[in-house]
């Protein structure tokens, strides 16, 4: 199928971006297209005019500010896996970026659309929320406003922004240099979305330790009770806890899905402490 014809709009500032997205007529942001091209083919989408904010200067900025690393909401997943970004926690940002789909979805897709469009099998969501990133959203009267991640996400293909606003900038804290993390995500093909993910930091220096799970049925799942054991023992809780512990952030889990959040849990802590 094709799309319904939209008009395709360039704005020169976030400002006039906001201006344009709240603008009357059914009208979308566009960052990457990865994931709303296919749903404008196949007619899931049908507005009359796109927004297009991935040239847009104010969002492609990189920074490291002492305490935080900040990144442009169009910085795409490329640029992350080949290292333009400054890590908040060696090497995590670039392994996650890597296993988004393949080269060509990387080469366009943006950090920010991916957050935006609230896929809960994607990536960026379950790694920012274990990292607790913050996101900085332009409104239209040029105010802006901040969400931590475990707060942006409200459910599956839903969000906190409101019409008309953007998503600029998102901002990681930097982790201690003796920070652990691990990331796993099981997938039948490597390029798929997840059917599992499993995400830790552990930084000591930050008291810091938190597991998130993806790819179950909504926003990622923010193990609290897991963190803490992990923090206190240093190691995975027996399967049977981790199991009891999805279902009671998410009674709704099925058997197979449960168990392969649980795999790939232990894998991601073998990843985060290898000798240990
Ligand atoms: C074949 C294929 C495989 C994929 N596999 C994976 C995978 O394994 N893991 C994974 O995580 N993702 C995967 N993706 C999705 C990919 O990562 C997309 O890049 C991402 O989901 C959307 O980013 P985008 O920049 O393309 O956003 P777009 O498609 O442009 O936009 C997505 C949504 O976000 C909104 N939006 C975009 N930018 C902003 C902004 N700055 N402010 C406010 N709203 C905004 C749009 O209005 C739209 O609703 C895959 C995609 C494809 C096509």
């Given at each position: ?152 996400m409200e459910g599956a293909?839903r ?59 909504g926003a ?57």
């Open positions: 199928m094709k799309p319904v014809a939209f008009s395709h709009t360039l704005p020169d500032s976030v400002v006039e971006a906001t201006r344009l997205a709240a603008g009357g007529v059914d009208v979308k942001i566009i960052g990457g297209g990865q994931s709303l091209g296919p749903m404008l083919n196949l007619r899931l989408a049908r507005p009359e005019a796109l927004v297009d904010v991935a040239a847009l200067n104010d969002l492609r900025r990189i920074a490291d500010t002492g305490s935080h690393v900040e990144i442009g909401a169009t910085i795409r997943h490329a640029e992350i896996e080949d290292g333009a970004v400054p890590d908040p926690i060696p090497g995590m940002l670039r392994h996650v970026a890597g296993g988004i789909a393949y080269r060509a979805v990387r080469n366009k897709g943006t950090i920010g659309g991916s957050l935006c469009h609230a896929d809960p099998a994607a990536d960026w969501v379950s790694a920012m929320t274990a990292l607790d990133a913050t996101l900085v959203i332009a409104g239209q009267d040029g105010s802006t406003r901040e969400v931590p991640m475990t707060r942006f293909y969000t906190s922004l409101e019409p008309g606003e953007v998503l600029c900038t998102i901002r990681i804290p930097k982790c201690g240099a003796d920070a652990r993390w691990g990331y796993y995500k099981i997938c039948r093909k490597v390029g798929e979305f997840a059917d599992a993910i499993a995400a830790t930091v552990i930084d000591p220096e930050r008291r810091y330790c938190r597991v998130v799970f993806g790819a179950a049925s990622p799942l923010v193990a609290r009770d897991l963190a803490l054991s992990l923090a206190e023992t240093g190691s995975a809780a027996p399967q049977d806890e981790v199991k009891d512990a999805l279902l009671t952030l998410d009674p709704a889990l099925d058997s197979i899905k449960c168990h392969q959040l649980a795999v790939a849990y232990a894998r991601c802590l073998a990843e985060a402490m290898p000798n240990d």
